[in-house]
């Protein structure tokens, strides 16, 4: 089993900034492509944002492309996600996800999930 523990969300106003964290398995870290996804009050679970487990190629959906940036730290074993310009669109639980191979749509093969944390953009 792989733990993922997300931390970071809150309440945050429309046009500012938030950066959530996700504390990855120790020692096995590298070699998980990671990413983050959100779901919102009654819809489904959606891609945000991914990236390959050196950190050399990210993918992100339409939607937050240029507002959000994804990140890795592998000596710490963290992924992050920093969200800039937020909108009330995007108030989700967020969720971190561990798996083999990262892509513009998603993360795919076995893939481990996190518990979630709340970002909550007010207007």
């Known amino acids: 089993q792989v733990q993922l523990v997300e931390s970071g969300g809150g309440v945050v106003q429309a046009g500012g900034s938030q950066r959530l964290s996700c504390a990855g398995p120790?020692?096995?870290?590298?070699?998980?492509?990671m990413g983050w996804f959100r779901q919102a009050p009654g819809k489904e679970r959606v891609f945000v944002a991914a990236i390959s487990w050196s950190g050399s190629l990210t993918y992100y959906a339409d939607s937050v492309k240029g507002r959000f940036t994804i990140s890795r730290d592998n000596t710490k074993n963290t992924l992050y996600l920093q969200m800039n310009s937020l909108k009330p669109e995007d108030t989700a639980i967020y969720y971190c996800?561990?798996?083999?191979?990262?892509?513009?749509?998603?993360?795919?093969?076995?893939?481990?999930w996190g518990q979630g944390t709340q970002v909550f953009v007010s207007s």
């Open positions: 996800a561990a798996g083999q191979v990262a892509g513009p749509t998603g993360i795919g093969g076995n893939v481990y």
């Open positions: 120790g020692r096995t870290f590298m070699s998980y492509d």
